[in-house]
């Protein structure tokens, strides 16, 4: 036993294969490659398989981790993705976007000693491998109850109560405002980290669950949630996501060339634009690129930025480099592939030609001070340090605000002061009957699987209230 | 897919109008409201103001000037075609209200947009005289609408080919001089409902106009539509399209509707080297 236990620990964490840095950062296909079955059996063999497993702790959907990776580590991989779906419905997008470093891998009892177990590239394995083969059964589905539930935004959350919702045995229609469903796996997260032909793959599993989906249904504009009701729902869930632009309120925000990172990832994303002129979406092809911002978005938005040809794609962000909100391996990928990061650096006005097309912007350098209230220290401007730069485009990625659109056409939905749904923290019920609400709508702008836990926590409480009232 | 019922084209083949298949749509849309409209899988997401609904039929009604690819695009669509997409109704709804005497001002294609608003001002029991106007005879659209909208018509050419030789802001000055105006509304082409807005600012009357600027999402998810309202970022997808027009900065609108300018006419012209060769 203990001899086992040795061997077990000398296998080195597997590697995951990906496209070479100065490659990827020139096209739009995947990053990473994924696992062969081989380097999927040997990882999960990794997995001490703990009586305890703190991984599942870490997961905010409840995966039973140790079961699906025992389950690879015998080859039988399409019983593994029955076990990962009966906790989650999108594996595939959560393999590949889920901060698993502060989540089930952040809890691995073998990352104490070395490297944790590689559950996010093993769940991607698994899922790409059923995504292939089409071996695994449906996920089982009760009797029909005869409710019928609308989901208001085909999001992770959405995605998650419509799937959850629908196994329960009731009838679920997803609302989605664009022409295509994903909400930000589609529009957000660009194509080289979720190619958005696995997002369709998983949407098209909840159809086969018999899931409605109505695209181009602004709600709160085509319908209001009360006429939803009208029409014969039981409960109405909304996860319509932050979506709400924040700009910087400088001087020049407004000239050609300045972007919210919304704008510039939903043409890139949604639209195909760089796939211009097959696709008849134009997008602006900066040089001198800088994005605005550390999180997640920014990253994206200036990996996007390189792949449409920039010369150089600089991150500039207020804080440094300790502060940054974006995943490590999301920074780690940018500054592979050559992104440039000016930290402590913050904009203070956009500079544009004849033409009103941006050409410089000018910044201010910061320091660190006390920590506010984010526990984040709080960056001040050093006085006279100004100096400018040369950019030609400008992505603004530092944050979104609560999208009043639904909110404001439902009269008895309570919101808190920023203007997202007041929502219970346990359930996500709404101050207004049969209405749940959850993901980035009640918490502001956080993430794809944050906001599926949401969703997990409203179905259950939606379930429950389809089967015994309110 | 939304079919197209009925298709007229207009002004010498460079203004078509659809109306088309979308009964959600009719029944919520107001006058001023508009939808976004995407032909095809590869098509680009276009907003228009509608220009007519009817919540019976479940229809609406656009009206759009070949300018560019998509709308030739969706010039190539007939009776029985449909669009891919069409989202709506989107914007805020026209404040209708009785006031006196009000002056509606269309120009090129904007009368399209004028024309509901125009008839939804008399409705409400407005004194409303039309004023419109296009570069020559051929390419003036709406007319006998606009007759129908309003209590009194008038009509300019830029070259003098019918109506008043000039321009509607000729025909504007003399009213504002004339009557007690309490309202005017300004659509069309950028410059004229700039000129529009100078104007009646002299004469201190309240003046609506209606902006379309590039737009992707039209729900306040994208900033694209920005305008500068007052000193002030407006979106015009949700806070518009109407916007006061005294308030309005029409140099960054005109500014911000360049921004393609050159991805436009080399995807176009690429799209008519095609279309030419097939």
Redesign the interface.
Known sequence: MAEEKKKKEKIPRQPMPAQEAKVRARNFEEVPFGYSSETAMKEAARCIQCKKPACVDGCPVGIDIPGFINLVKEGEFTKSISKIWEMNTLPAVCGRVCPQEIQCEGKCIVGKKGAPVAIGNLERFVADYEREKRLAPAPEKAASTGKRVAVVGSGPSGLTVASDLAAKGHEVTIYE???KPGGVLVYGIPEFRLPKDIVFSEVAGLESMGVNLE????IG???TLDELFEEGFDAIYVGVGA???T?M?IEG????GV??A??YL??SNL??AYL???????I?KGKNVVTMGGGNVAMDSARTALRLGAERSIIVYRRSREELPARTEEVHHAEEEGVEFHFLTNPTKFMGDE??RLNSMECLKMELGEPDASGRRRPSAIEGSEFQMEIDLAVIAIGAGA???LTQSTEDLKLNKWGYIDADEATGKTSKKAVWAGGDIVTGAATVILAMGAGRAAADSMHEYLTLGW | MFKIVRREEMAEGTVVLNEIDAP??AK?AKPGQFVIL?ANE????IPLTMADTDPEKGTVTIIYQIVG??TA?FKTLQVGDGY???????GKPTHLEKLGTVVCVGGGTGVAVLHPITRGLKEVGNEVIGIIGARNKELLILEDHMKDASHELNVCTDDGSYGHHGFVTDILKKTLEEKDVKLVVGIGPVPMMCFVAKMTKEYNVKTMVSLNPIM?????????C?V?VGGE?KFAC?DGPEFDGHEVDFD?LM??L???TN??Q??YD?YCTMQTAK
């Open positions: 405002a664009f022409h695209m181009n249904a602004v504009r085509t319908k979506g709400l632009p700009f309120n925000e407004n000239l050609i972007f919210s919304n704008e939903t043409r639209m195909k211009f002129p097959e696709y008849d979406t134009p602006i033409k009103g999208n009043p659109l | 959600l749509i919520k995407k590869t098509g680009e997401r690819k998509s695009i891919q997409d069409v989202i709506g109704p989107l992707i999402d039209g729900t306040g998810m994208c900033g694209g920005r500068s970022t949700v960054v500014n911000r360049q921004s393609y991805e436009e080399e995807c690429e």
